[in-house]
């Protein structure tokens, strides 16, 4: 009997910890491909999350309440991130910072919205993501009609006359960026001299890019990511071509510059403007070097979403998905990204893309001459 | 024509990658009659030693390009052969005598030990290696098209032939060799007449590796970069290769993977890049239909 009293009080208190933690945590999600070949860039948004949520709790979490950090793994795969999607959305996760992939952000925001749950994307740039009258989904970045129509426009204008190729990955991201790039180019007058999609994951280009030599190609334009535009750049240095290339910002990772070595000099992509550099950006940046981070491509991107939903959290005093949603959609937030508003479809209102090239040192900057128009 | 040419060193080059790997495929299976589709992977292990060996050697100092070669070569090859030895003792040795799909089912999980092991160990990023051997020829030049054949395409096609007429010579010549050619003929007499099998199978295991390894570093050098799922696309491909150039065979398993290598690039070359792997398995398909056996593979004798 005495046995049963001391178990019923035990269980009692443990039940009772258990309580009280979880209402001390919000467990809130980062997702991306934290494995796998883009494996680099699920590292920014990890970097940027943790960063984030260390930050925000220092400075008293979101209602008195301390942020717990839960990773997700979609190696940017789009069932295991609809897998991923179902998993958060179950958990009651009020907010997910991501995914990277476009192709993966979009499947897993159907379980995030039949969940309630929030999805601020660091880095989907498809236009498709936000096209579907979904009140859970918004981004930090720009879109790939954005990107597509700046790229599309700087070439039809810089390299008029000359032969151009357009190459994409078949991906969600890869194929709507080179398709947006190809309007704006054909807009601008200019007809690319080749269109050709090869396969993620595939490391043999020589015979595609023998044909670009072939046809005098004199500007390549890659819709994909940055192992296979690496790749093809390093095989058209080694096969003799100069030619220049241009693509999107899935090459903002240093991991770019690993694959090509010094082929990679010259390279060109549209980025939004520099978040390092930002005068709001200086604090953060200097807490993130101090760790060996460099906050490259989305880190600072991801931070900046972690605290647009916890400051709409805070103001709207609840972390219910639909309210927080709305809060963010009518609200203006400071972020290390500059101050940042919401159109009705949850893509931001100012988008400033602009052109970087890689130079010797393996670093990239932006180009002033390549501002868009 | 002078874009004929330079497919055709693309070609070459690849195929050549492919066929070494198909030898590892063709010898197992014409020796025990199973599919190692562990090999792939083997392929995988011995690219990320010549990798680490690469590193290392460059942190000590050994600048010398071609003895830095010559010592990955060797790194590589004992360690990966180390490997093909444990996975055949291990995975398969117990299961011989055992029915004929267990071999297969413990091949398919090698490949996948080794792959996640890999993975789990080396981080599953890209990892690159800087260009190494740079360089090359101009061949021929007309109306503005050059061709080039690059040092590294030059070295590849080289090491396999070299290797290519070395096993020969060795399966031809050698006990080993005639110890192979008896196991392959008939297991059970070859070890009635006195032949080691254990001993005869786990050397056919070795060299395969060995054969991969050097396949890994060729394509490290090649293109630069692995991460621990080629082992998987260029194992396809190989195997592919093999059974195309009729199963059991060495000089087929060469053919094979030179037609492979072939084929896909002259695909993307000609037509589109998007479809090459579609072609080289409807060419595949083709083969098979009007030459089960692959082109030069012989018809299985019923063995009374």
């Not at chain 1, 494996?39 to 970097?47: D, E, I, P, R, V």
């Not at chain 1, 720009?142 to 151009?164: E, M």
């Not at chain 1, 190729?165 to 078949?170: E, F, P, T, Y």
């Not at chain 1, 693509?247 to 939004?272: K, Q, V, Y």
Request: net charge positive.
């Amino acid at each position: 009997m005495k046995t049963i009293w001391l178990a019923g009080v035990a269980l009692g208190t443990s039940l009772a910890l258990a309580g009280t933690g979880a209402a001390q945590d919000i467990t809130v999600g980062v997702a991306g491909p934290m494995t796998g070949q883009y494996a680099s860039f699920g590292t920014q948004l990890k970097n940027g999350a943790e960063a984030a949520v260390a930050d925000i709790n220092a400075a008293g979490g979101v209602m008195g309440k301390k942020l717990k950090l839960e990773i997700g793994d979609d190696a940017c795969d789009p069932k295991q991130a609809r897998a991923i999607g179902e998993k958060f959305a179950s958990a009651k996760l009020p907010f997910v910072a991501g995914h990277y992939c476009s192709s993966s952000s979009i499947p897993a925001s159907e379980a995030y919205q039949d969940g309630g749950v929030v999805q601020i994307t660091p880095a989907s740039t498809n236009p498709t993501f936000t096209e579907r009258n979904m009140w859970n989904t918004f981004r930090v970045c720009g879109r790939d009609d954005q990107q597509g129509s700046i790229a599309g426009d700087f070439v039809a204008k810089t390299y008029k006359g000359k032969n151009i190729a357009i190459l994409q990955d078949k991906s969600t991201y890869g194929k709507g960026l080179a398709d947006e790039m190809k309007k704006a180019l054909n807009k601008g007058g200019l007809k690319e001299k080749m269109y050709e999609a090869y396969t993620q994951g595939d490391k043999d280009f020589n015979s595609l890019v023998s044909k670009m030599k072939a046809n005098k190609i004199d500007v390549v334009y890659v819709g994909g990511y940055h192992t296979e535009a690496g790749l093809i750049l390093r095989q058209m240095r080694s096969q003799g071509m100069t030619s220049q290339m241009i693509s999107g910002d899935a090459i903002a990772t240093n991991e770019f510059w690993s694959i090509t070595g010094d082929a990679g000099e010259g390279m060109m992509f549209t980025f939004g403007s520099d978040p390092r550099k930002r005068p709001t950006a200086a604090a953060i940046v200097k807490k993130f070097k101090d760790k060996n981070v460099d906050p490259e491509g989305y880190t600072l991107y991801t931070y900046a979403a972690m605290s647009i939903w916890t400051q709409a959290a805070t103001k709207a005093k609840t972390t219910d998905g639909k309210k927080v949603a709305e809060t963010i959609k009518a609200g203006k937030w400071d972020t290390v990204l500059g101050p940042i508003s919401y159109d009705k479809k949850g893509d931001i209102t100012t988008v400033d893309y602009v052109f970087y090239k890689w130079s010797k040192d393996g670093k990239y900057d932006e180009v002033p001459t390549g501002k868009g128009s | 024509m002078e874009y004929f040419v330079q497919q055709l060193i693309i070609g070459v080059t690849l195929g050549s990658i492919y066929g070494l790997i198909a030898i590892g495929y063709t010898m197992v299976y014409g020796i025990i009659g199973m599919i190692n589709f562990a090999h792939g992977d083997v392929f995988m292990v011995g690219g990320f030693i010549a990798l680490t060996a690469f590193l290392a050697l460059l942190a000590i100092g050994v600048t010398s390009i071609p003895l830095a070669l010559f010592l990955v070569l060797l790194i590589a090859m004992a360690l990966t052969a180390l490997y093909g030895w444990a996975v055949e003792r291990i995975a398969y040795r117990p299961l011989r005598h055992s029915y004929r799909l267990a071999p297969l089912i413990s091949a398919i999980g090698m490949s996948i030990i080794l792959q996640n092991f890999v993975q789990i160990a080396q981080g599953a990023r890209v990892k690159p290696l800087p260009p190494i051997i740079t360089g090359g020829h101009r061949v021929m030049s007309s109306e503005g098209y050059d061709v080039d054949i690059s040092n590294i395409q030059i070295i590849v096609v080289l090491t396999t032939l070299v290797l290519m007429l070395g096993f020969s010579w060795l399966v031809a010549k050698t006990r080993l060799g005639r110890d192979m050619r008896a196991c392959e003929q008939d297991l059970k007499m070859a070890s009635l007449l006195g032949v080691n099998i254990d001993r005869t199978i786990s050397l056919t295991f070795v060299i395969g590796a060995a054969l991969a390894s050097v396949a890994g570093i060729m394509y490290l050098l090649y293109y630069g970069v692995i991460d621990f799922y080629i082992g998987f696309v260029a194992g396809v491909k190989a195997f592919t290769a093999a059974v195309l150039g009729g199963i059991g065979s060495l000089p087929g398993a060469m053919l094979g993977g030179l037609l492979i290598g072939l084929i896909e690039t002259f695909w993307s070359a000609y037509f589109s890049i998007e479809y090459k792997d579609v072609a080289a398995f409807s060419i595949l398909i083709v083969v098979l239909i009007f030459l089960p056996t692959g082109i030069l593979g012989r018809p299985e004798v019923e063995k009374v």
